[in-house]
């Protein structure tokens, strides 16, 4: 997708068609987009839940965040993952797309943010945001 400079992008998303994940999520979006960020959920064009077996991509990303959570995982806990070396290099095309990984003032800022509490403003901090971890 190529966004011109001043243009704001559409995004959709689609999601793994998971019951309680589901309600969850559409609230966390409509609060983006009707409550306090409209400027970044009037970007938000659609919301899709599929089921993963009709939808293999999103199985993949399903996959994807499974290894690159097992990956952060052991890198955190100097341990060895059980899974294959070479699942994580296939999901990620040898590491040139590698995903970030949500850090705790992230996370904390999203659960502020569904409680509608104090530390939900920690979302617009640029840091936030960290790295898988080295590459091993």
């Known amino acids: 997708m190529r966004i011109s400079q001043g243009e704001d992008p559409e995004v959709?998303?689609?999601?793994?068609?998971?019951?309680?994940?589901?309600?969850?999520f559409h609230k966390w979006v409509n609060e983006i987009?009707?409550?306090?960020d409209q400027?970044?959920?009037?970007?938000?064009?659609?919301?899709?839940?599929v089921d993963d077996i009709g939808y293999p991509l999103v199985q993949a990303a399903d996959m994807l965040a499974?290894?690159?959570?097992?990956?952060?995982?052991c890198l955190n806990d100097g341990t060895t993952s059980e899974l294959q070396p070479s699942i994580y290099e296939?999901?990620?095309?040898?590491?040139a797309s590698e995903p970030e990984v949500l850090g705790?003032?992230?996370?904390?800022?999203?659960?502020?943010?569904?409680a509608g509490g104090p530390g939900s403003d920690d979302l617009s901090k640029p840091q936030m945001r960290v790295p898988l971890?080295?590459?091993i």
């Open 12 to 24: 959709g998303i689609v999601l793994d068609d998971n019951h309680e994940e589901s309600l969850r």
């Open 33 to 36: 987009k009707y409550g306090r």
């Open 39 to 49: 400027a970044i959920g009037r970007n938000i064009k659609s919301l899709c839940f």
């Open 66 to 73: 499974y290894a690159a959570r097992d990956r952060q995982q």
């Open 90 to 95: 296939k999901l990620t095309n040898n590491r």
């Open 104 to 114: 705790p003032i992230e996370l904390d800022a999203l659960e502020a943010l569904e």
């Open 133 to 135: 971890g080295p590459r």
